[in-house]
């Protein structure tokens, strides 16, 4: 799923 990829990737430059 394309928008459970966009929101991991969020997720982990929000953590930087």
């Given at each position: 799923?394309i928008?459970?990829?966009?929101?991991?990737i969020?997720?982990?430059?929000?953590?930087?």
């Amino acid at each position: 799923n394309i928008s459970t990829l966009a929101q991991e990737i969020k997720e982990t430059q929000n953590t930087h």
